[in-house]
């Protein structure tokens, strides 16, 4: 049965998945890395496809922008199409002097300016804290290939315009600004499963630095590789 979101039927999702934010990226990483790769969805454009990389049936989808645009998503994947591994690719703003422009961040941790964990548990200052098993498979792949692979805390923004400055958490070591992480990480941890986070570094909030929306679409193929080696890592 499709979900509100999602047209697929039970059994067109692999029980891995990589999620980008844009659909156009899920797009391309199916046409690039997959092998016989067949759109699962198409509802609101935010498209879907399931296919083999070497071998192993793998997903990927866009999520949209965002912490409740991810948590639909997620939420959806999980509980009803029995996803347990779920690995978001993306890009982040880098609010470290030590962490570069196109550099990968691999998220161990999310702290946020959202209720959505505030919401749950009041009481609580909760770390969002990606699945270890998931992490160091990242970050093993990333060393070798040769790849600049920070591993730390992100900050997980409700606004991409205004709200609290994040670029101060940069002075206590946080590496970089993304909007999907802690929601896709508080997720697994409610519901038991992986989940883990790398991004490329497409802007730098200290020196002005960018990459162009072309680069990011189609570049950032590093990152994708990681993502794709961890999902099928034994
Ligand atoms: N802020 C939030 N999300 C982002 C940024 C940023 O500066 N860069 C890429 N994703």
């Keep these: 049965m499709p979900t509100p979101h999602i047209g697929a039927q039970k ?11 844009d659909p156009l990226r899920a797009k391309f ?6 092998e016989n790769p067949v759109q699962f969805n ?12 070497k071998g192993e049936r793998v997903s990927v989808m866009g999520t949209g922008m965002g912490m409740p645009s991810i948590s639909i998503y997620a939420n959806e994947l999980i509980s009803e199409y029995g996803v347990k591994k779920l690995i978001r690719v993306g890009t982040a703003g880098s609010i470290n002097p030590d962490v570069h422009i196109r550099d990968l961040v691999i998220a161990q941790a999310a702290a946020t300016t959202s209720a959505i964990i505030r919401n749950d548990f009041p009481s609580f200052d909760l770390p969002m804290i990606s699945d270890f098993d998931l992490l160091d498979k990242a970050f093993h792949i990333a060393k070798d290939l040769k790849l600049n692979a920070h591993v ?25 600004i993304e909007m999907e992480a802690a929601a896709l990480f508080y997720l697994g941890m409610k519901h038991h499963v992986q989940t883990l986070a790398i ?3 497409s802007d730098h909030l200290l020196t002005g630095e960018a990459t162009t929306s072309a680069e990011r679409e189609l570049t950032f193929t590093d990152m994708m590789k990681v993502g794709l080696e961890t999902l099928i890592a034994e």
Excluded at 11 to 21: M, Q, S, V
Excluded at 29 to 34: D, G, K, L, R, T
Excluded at 42 to 53: A, K, Q, S
Excluded at 155 to 168: A, I
């Design 42 to 53: 198409n509802v609101r454009g935010m498209l879907g496809f399931t296919g083999t990389y």
């Design 29 to 34: 990483i199916a046409e690039n890395f997959f």
């Design 11 to 21: 059994g067109e999702i692999a029980d891995k998945i990589l999620l980008p934010g």
């Design 152 to 176: 730390g805390n992100v900050l997980s923004s409700d606004l991409f315009y205004g709200g609290p400055n994040g670029v101060e958490l940069g002075k206590i070591g946080v590496m970089a």
């Design 199 to 201: 991004m490329t570094i």
